[in-house]
Structures are given as structure tokens and as C-alpha cells.
């Protein structure tokens, strides 16, 4: 099979691809559940990092279909699906989530400073393309590849074929957003500049219990959550978990009303339609975890999170009503709680927050690869990349210096 053509094309929907020959190369290891190798972490032997990661839900066919089905990722939004497909023998062997846009909203890797800098000088950087999760700014394979074809040698055809997908669709350029570590550095090979950035994340260390967490804590901020967890709830609030089943489309219109209030405050128009909970409660509840508030018996706040085999991410979150400290119980602790009960040995909490940091979530670099086709925005580009780089690897270093934990053996916890 290895010696027989490759051949690529790009696809304006992801209904042209079979769920099952899609989630074939998204996650071929999907019956790991709650024993995956990580997000970023290939098979022993696998020189490029890029065997069978962990069970990751949002390059599931289910969760791309529901943000294309429901009106929220589409050419009138700004995300035309130009999804790749590798084929070998007229089989799908590999494919890659893509999209044509004509901004650079609901991205979380922030490059209009480099649209204005090349639009003023005379080009044009719309469209654009761009290799993402729409509206979720969580690290997960990018180049999907299915078992039992030759994985290198389709990951390099993905690669190239990006490059050539840059000049058909007179792109100025392509953009790989939270891509895992081994990925980046293929991409360089095939002339991607590279960029990183800085989130926060939790990790499990065999924690049987949230209080074991907390013993790993110094003593300041081992008071201060305990303080946090107790004031949040004082007015009556209660804390629950729905998964599954337990999801009706009650709970669902809570949720979006939750979303609505808090993602116009903050965004002005927040991304994802009504439908899109409606579809995603219909094809992958089990994948989904809402952490929801409750007072006098109306539901007031919640978080939506997605468990992939060892990791969960949080997502949206949004409220009615505000109690101090809500939002980090619904967050941040009740995602921690969840991961020990679980198994699960990461939380990732999105994008951006240092004040994660006295919570338990420290620093982790994401990656991101950047092909731009004019060569002197890619000059420039460049040499200012090099210099990011350099300040978030040192701002990573400072800030985990910051971390809650205890620094030496005799603090009694």
C-alpha cells in the first residue's frame, strides 16, 4: 500500500468525508478512555511523535459536523470548510480539519497585528488559511493519519499538500493552531514558521482525592482555596455534574442562556449557535461534562468541558447571577475534583489567565506553525517570532516560579 499514489484534495464540507473514515485517522485509539499517552505524546520507537494520540473530542467527526450543521463555522461566519483528504487506492488515509476565513476571529492565536502590518504596505491577507478546532483554543493532533498505512509518509503528503492548498486558494498564508509538539517541528521541515504561546494547565499526580491535592499546597494558598470553595456556595448554591443522559435540552437552554450573557459581555457576539449544544448533546453527551450552579431551585451559572482519555477541557462558561468565587469553584476545582474521580491526568482550562496559577494550574507552551507565502511579510514575521519565542519561554520559567506549591519538606500541610 505504501507504494501506491497519494493523491489529496479539499473538501467544502465535512459531511464529504464518512464519519467512520474520519474518526479513523482523528483517533484511531479511541478505547483508551482515561489511559491515553497525552495530548502531546507519541508510541515508544515513533521518531516523529505522531502514533496514535490520545482520544481527543475535538477533531471527532461529531463535534467538527456540529459547528459546520449548526450555522456556527461556515463561509457566512467567516470559516469555509476546505477540509484536506489524503487518499491512497481511493480509501481515505489521512485528513487534516481546514478552513478558508476572511478574518481572524475565534482563534485564540492572535495575528491581525500581521494582517494590518501586510494590508497597509499593499497586500492582502484575507482569506486565509486556517488548521484549527473553531473557537477552541486546546492542543490536539492536527495531520490525522488511520492505522495501517505508512503514517510518515502520509503526515509529510499532509504537509506539502497544505503548501499547495495556500497557492490554489490564492491564500496569503496557512495557520496551524495548538498543534502538538512533534507536528510543529515537521511543519518547520516543510518551511512553517513557528510560533508559542503560554497556557495554564493542572496535573494529576495520583491524587486520590481533592484533599491530597491540596496537601501538595503551601499553606497560603491551601487556605485560600479552601476560603474560595466555602464562600462560593455560602447563599445556598449547589454544584452539579451532567453528563450523558443527564443533559436535557433544559439544561441546554440554561447553558446557552449562561453562554449568551457572558460571551456578548465579553466578545460582543459569541461564536456557537443553540443548535450547536442541541447536537452535540445528541452525538457525543457521553464526551461532554456540564458543571452546573444551582439556587432556589433555577439554574444560575455552568461550565461546559469536554473528557478526552486522559485529559478534560474546559471551555465556555457563563452565569446569571454572580456569587464571588463561583466561577473559579465551577471552573477551575469542580474540573480538578472530576479529573481525580476520573482517572484523568490533565485539566486544561483555555486560553490566557495567570490567576490560574494560585489555583494549581502552571504554565504550559502551546505551538503553533505558520506558512506565509510573501516573502517579505515572512521576513518580517520571522525575525519578530524569534523574538516571541524567546519571551515566552522566559515568561513560562518566571511564571512557574509563581506556582502554589510547597517548596520545602517541613511545611506541615
Known amino acids: 500500500m ?17 464519519p467512520e473514515d474520519w474518526d479513523a485517522c482523528a483517533n484511531p485509539g479511541r478505547a483508551c478512555n482515561g489511559h491515553g499517552l497525552g495530548t502531546s505524546s507519541g508510541l515508544p520507537g515513533d521518531s516523529l511523535g505522531l502514533l496514535k494520540p490520545a482520544y481527543n473530542p475535538f477533531v471527532s467527526h461529531a463535534f467538527l459536523s456540529a459547528v459546520e450543521r449548526s450555522g456556527s463555522a461556515t463561509i457566512r461566519t467567516g470559516w469555509g470548510p476546505q477540509h484536506l483528504v489524503a487518499k491512497i487506492d ?11 476565513k476572511s478574518h481572524s476571529q475565534g482563534e485564540y492565536v492572535f495575528d491581525r497585528g500581521w494582517a494590518d502590518a501586510y494590508e497597509r504596505a499593499g497586500g492582502r491577507y484575507y482569506p486565509k488559511l486556517q488548521v484549527s478546532i473553531p473557537f477552541t483554543p486546546a492542543t490536539g493532533p492536527r495531520l490525522l493519519v488511520r492505522d495501517g498505512v505508512d503514517r510518515e509518509r502520509i503526515t509529510e503528503a499532509l504537509a506539502s499538500g497544505l503548501v499547495a492548498l495556500c497557492g490554489v486558494s490564492k491564500a496569503s498564508s496557512v495557520h496551524v493552531t495548538f498543534a502538538r509538539e512533534a507536528e510543529w517541528k515537521l511543519l518547520a521541515r516543510h518551511g512553517f514558521l513557528q510560533r508559542t504561546d503560554q497556557q495554564f494547565h493542572w496535573r494529576n ?42 443533559i436535557t435540552e433544559d439544561a441546554w437552554d440554561a447553558f446557552f442562556a449562561f453562554y449568551m450573557e457572558t460571551g456578548s459581555r465579553k466578545w460582543g457576539r459569541p461564536y456557537l449557535t443553540r443548535e450547536f449544544f442541541s447536537l452535540i448533546g445528541e452525538t457525543m453527551s457521553e464526551d461532554v461534562l456540564l458543571v452546573m450552579a444551582r439556587r432556589n431551585d433555577r439554574w444560575i451559572a455552568g461550565a461546559i468541558n469536554f473528557i478526552g482519555s486522559d485529559t478534560l477541557f474546559g471551555r465556555n462558561w457563563g452565569a446569571v447571577e454572580h456569587h464571588p468565587f463561583l466561577h473559579f469553584e465551577v471552573c477551575y476545582y469542580q474540573a480538578i475534583d472530576f479529573a481525580i474521580k476520573r482517572g484523568l491526568t490533565h485539566v486544561e482550562a483555555g486560553a490566557q489567565g495567570e490567576h490560574k496559577i494560585a489555583r494549581g494550574y502552571l504554565p504550559r507552551t502551546t505551538h503553533s506553525a505558520h506558512f506565509i507565502a510573501d516573502p517579505g511579510l515572512r521576513r518580517a514575521i520571522d525575525d519578530y517570532l524569534k523574538r516571541e519565542r524567546a519571551y515566552v519561554a522566559e515568561a513560562g520559567r518566571e511564571l ?14
Request: charged share 25%; aromatic share 8%.
Open 90 to 100: 481511493g480509501r481515505v488515509a489521512g485528513v487534516v480539519p481546514c478552513y478558508l
Open 205 to 246: 499526580e495520583g491524587f486520590a482525592s481533592f484533599d491530597d491535592f491540596l496537601a501538595t499546597l503551601n499553606s497560603r494558598h491551601r487556605k485560600s482555596i479552601k476560603r474560595e470553595r466555602r464562600d462560593a456556595l455560602a447563599a445556598g448554591v449547589t454544584i452539579h455534574w451532567l453528563t450523558g443522559k443527564d
Open 400 to 413: 512557574a516560579e509563581l506556582g502554589p506549591f510547597r517548596k520545602g519538606i517541613d511545611e506541615v500541610p
Open 2 to 18: 505504501g507504494s501506491s499514489d497519494i493523491t489529496l484534495e479539499a473538501v467544502p464540507s465535512i459531511g464529504e468525508v464518512s
